[in-house]
């Protein structure tokens, strides 16, 4: 019996001595980059929001920082594994610099790691000149790291025996896993290969610094490799891209011998699912973060870069903010993508605080998965205590007993029990990019004063508490009353209500805004109508040197925001649709530059007719969407409607006022018709006398 226990204890220690993804472990992941981030993601731009980042974030995932040759390369066809001059830096040095400056704070960097599959230079065609490369260490310099290849090391059937029939002499074994139409697929059953991944990764975590590996494509070999490259290397952590279900992923997880985590791919189908398309009940479907056996080695997501740039399949287009309040009150080990960080770094760091706070972790038990109409109440009991999101309709229920607000937004909210204590929490509101930090005003018109309740990120109340103040102050806007209240700051939360039950949904003043709302309709989704549009003239703005004047067509630009960021346009009169492609969401735009604040600008144009369409609106991909403006050709949009239109100067003639068409003046301003001097009207420049 006494050899049979010691049996059992030795299986237990060889199964999880070499476990790349720490018990208990309550850091959370952030996701450096999407694909083409070559500026977002440039090392020095990193190193720079160290401070930003650090007290949020615990590990950074990068791309491959080899180098893959000229030109822009996201990292994903390496040539070299121990040059790391790459499209995100010029020099070496950048990298080793924003390591160790992140490692002073406390963060640690994960390299994304290629070895299924390797480039070759490609000089006089070669599809398999793989570089040999030597070079001593940067921290160890008595050490010298050595690569040699040859065409034993390709898979014999690589790119299903086509590299082999165009006679190139690959003679390494068959694949031992998924074929990739790509690079050389390597031979991992080689003595030689595996060799050389070592070294490669030796020289990733004792010279360059890194802590772990995010593992690229490992379907395309055998998990035993995974588990021998680990137990030599010893990364602290580990992660493979393992793009299947549930079963497949707990297999390869258990077949590398529990020396790496997984992403968990079946989780983040479930959110699109549910916070997308609103089929909650996904949320009661198995995933690594729900099981207790596999929740320490479950890395959740709601996309990354493959998935973000599927933008009409895999992409979470709707209630990504709640989406994220969501994974960060599950165990596992969360990974905030890039895109949403800045989308929300306010929102998202306040939660990842609580999270903290509370002891929550990969390990930690899920208290209550309740799927209700229409949303979702998830509370995960960390060492301390316990977090919650209430997401969907239930973010309307109001603070639960016991617990204290953290975050709250559309669609979500999110809390932490009344006996934890969150420090560092951030007040305000997450910008999407718009210059909006100065004063606003809320306009309102109904037939009796409204409470107005304002509050900020972490739901301090600004003028009062609940219901808020009674508005008191009129004014009167193109023949309308409205009642008004100026705030001295923005962006700001705002809410309508009688000082009962009828109120509006939870609002965001970015500028000056307009709205109506109904005292009696205890309905808060219809209730309110934000009728901005017809009443707020934004300030006038420089229009960009990318915006030029193209004759003879139908065209206009806008300018982007962090949520338009691949904007479409749909442009439209009484009878006909104006865009090439006559299904929502309509024609997508063409990036053609920037303007001074590094603010994309995009592009529309088409055919000019003997029509132009009246209206127009943009979105982001159908969402979401702009209110309907007027169209004027070679007008500059944003998301607050016109700000100039562009024509050549050439144009400008003595005309009479037309009854027809708005005009404004250069400033893009609207103007009557009393005004003189040079306008615009129609997409042309006038004089009116």
């Not at 500028?511 to 017809?534: G, Q």
């Not at 735009?589 to 132009?612: A, F, I, P, S, Y």
Request: proline residues 4%; contains cysteine; hydrophobic residues 35%.
């Amino acid at each position: 019996m006494k050899k049979f226990y010691a049996f059992i204890v030795a299986l237990l220690f060889a199964q999880f001595s070499f476990a790349q993804w720490p018990d208990n472990y309550g850091g959370v992941m952030l996701q450096g980059f999407y694909w083409d981030s070559y500026e977002d993601t440039k090392w020095t731009n990193l190193t720079a929001q160290a401070d930003q980042i650090a007290p949020y974030i615990d590990l950074i995932w990068i791309p491959n920082s080899g180098n893959c040759g000229s030109g822009n390369k996201m990292g994903y066809m390496p040539i070299y594994w121990l040059n790391h001059i790459s499209s995100f830096g010029a020099k070496e040095s950048y990298l080793t610099t924003m390591i160790n400056t992140y490692k002073e704070k406390g963060v640690g960097f994960i390299s994304d790691v290629v070895i299924n599959h390797k480039s070759p230079r490609g000089e006089n065609g070669s599809w398999i000149d793989f570089v040999n490369e030597e070079r001593a260490g940067i921290v160890n310099s008595d050490v010298t790291y050595k690569l040699t290849w040859s065409g034993a090391d390709i898979c014999n059937n690589d790119d299903g025996g086509y590299v082999k029939e165009r006679g190139w002499p690959v003679t390494g074994a068959d694949d031992t896993g998924t074929d990739f139409s790509g690079g050389r697929d390597l031979d991992h059953t080689s003595a030689n290969v595996q060799k050389n991944c070592k070294t490669y990764l030796d020289f990733l975590l004792k010279e360059l610094g890194y802590v772990g590996f995010r593992l690229d494509m490992v379907k395309g070999y055998a998990p035993q490799y995974t588990k021998m490259y680990n137990e030599h290397a010893k990364p602290q952590f580990c992660v493979g891209e393992y793009w299947d279900g549930i079963d497949a992923i707990k297999w390869w997880i258990s077949e590398t011998g529990w020396t790496s985590a997984a992403f968990d791919f079946p989780l983040k189908y479930q959110i699109k699912e549910a916070f997308g398309d609103g089929n909650w009940n996904k949320l009661q479907e198995a995933a690594l973060s729900k099981d207790d056996s596999y929740k320490r080695y479950s890395v959740s997501f709601i996309d990354n870069h493959d998935t973000f740039r599927d933008e009409d399949g895999n992409r979470l287009r709707k209630n990504v903010i709640a989406a994220n309040a969501y994974i960060l009150a599950l165990p596992g080990t969360p990974c905030i993508f890039l895109k949403h960080w800045k989308r929300y770094p306010i929102a998202i760091g306040n939660m990842i605080l609580a999270r903290k706070a509370a002891g929550v972790t990969n390990q930690s038990g899920i208290k209550q998965l309740e799927v209700v109409d229409g949303g979702v109440i998830l509370k995960t009991q960390g060492s301390v205590g316990t977090v919650a999101a209430y997401c969907g309709s239930a973010a309307s229920y109001g603070t639960p007993d016991g617990y204290q607000l953290i975050s709250k937004g559309e669609n979500y909210a999110f809390y932490v029990s009344n006996n934890v204590t969150v420090n560092g929490l951030r007040s305000g509101v997450d910008s999407n990019g718009e210059d909006v930090s100065g004063p606003a005003t809320a306009y309102v018109a109904c037939d009796e004063a409204p409470y107005l309740y304002a509050w900020d990120n972490n739901n301090q109340p600004i003028n009062a508490s609940w219901p808020g103040t009674l508005m008191s102050e009129t004014t009167t806007v193109k023949g309308r009353t409205f009642w008004k209240h100026t705030f001295t700051e923005s962006p700001v939360n705002i809410i309508f209500n009688n000082g009962a039950a009828v109120q509006t949904n939870d609002l965001v003043l970015q500028h000056d805004k307009y709205f109506t709302f109904d005292l009696d309709n205890d309905d808060k989704n219809t209730n309110y109508t934000d009728i901005t549009s017809e009443y707020y003239t934004p300030e006038p703005v420089v229009l960009p040197s990318c915006a030029k004047v193209i004759n003879n067509k139908t065209y206009v630009y806008f300018r982007g925001n962090m949520d338009y960021d691949e904007p479409y346009v749909w442009a439209w009169s009484e009878d006909k649709n104006f865009c090439t492609n006559t299904d929502w969401p309509g024609d997508r735009m063409t990036r053609v530059g920037r303007d001074d604040q590094k603010r994309d600008v995009w592009c529309w144009e088409v055919k000019l007719g003997e029509k132009m369409p009246t209206k127009i609106l943009f979105s982001n991909h159908g969402y979401p969407q702009t209110s309907d403006f007027a169209f004027e050709n070679g007008g500059y949009y944003t998301v607050f409607g016109i700000q100039g239109v562009l024509n050549d100067i050439q144009q400008v003639k003595a005309t009479n006022v037309s009854k027809h068409g708005a005009i404004y003046n250069l400033a893009g301003q609207r103007i009557n018709a009393n005004f003189r001097g040079i306008a615009i009207q129609n997409g042309k420049k006038v004089i009116l006398k």
